[in-house]
């Protein structure tokens, strides 16, 4: 009966209660804004991150961010701009951007939803375990261009070296 009674939660639950049971199972801070928007902050690799989800109800779709803890000076925008770029083509979902206004590095997706019954956990789970791997993944590439002075490409190249083991 439990098991049914989760099944029945699970289809009727506004999509940001998902994210919200998730993100208060992990102890991370987080804001409910309102019905179609919420802010997180996530302990990363390198820094905090800060997720945003926002649900349009208009498009039955949630829209997702993951900023760095980072602002990238005007005078760089178009070496990463580069980056962005060589940084995208090896991302299976997702994108990165910079926020225009904020000068703010930021991992986005956004989830279609129309037609179902919402996001379940595990893919709330999968979106946001992606956009953090991604980001501790890329957050040196983007350090190396802003502050650093290397190439876009070395950056990249860097970034995907797998590591093995611990030091």
Known sequence: MMERDAIVEQA?????????????????TFERRNDREMAVQVPGRWCDY??????NDTVGAMHFTCAFDMRVPAGKRAQ???LLSLANEKLWLGHFNV???GGLPMFR???????????????MEDLM???ITECDRFYPAFQYVIWGGGTAADAVA???IETLGEA
């Open 50 to 55: 800060n997720l945003h989800f926002a649900w």
């Open 12 to 28: 009727t639950s506004h999509p940001l209660d998902v994210v919200e049971r998730i993100v208060d199972g992990n102890d991370w």
């Open 129 to 131: 375990d992606i956009a």
């Open 158 to 160: 860097a970034a995907m």
């Open 99 to 101: 926020w225009e206004e």
């Open 80 to 82: 990463v701009n580069e």
């Open 109 to 123: 997706h956004a989830l279609p939803l129309r037609g179902t019954r919402g996001p379940t956990p595990e893919q």
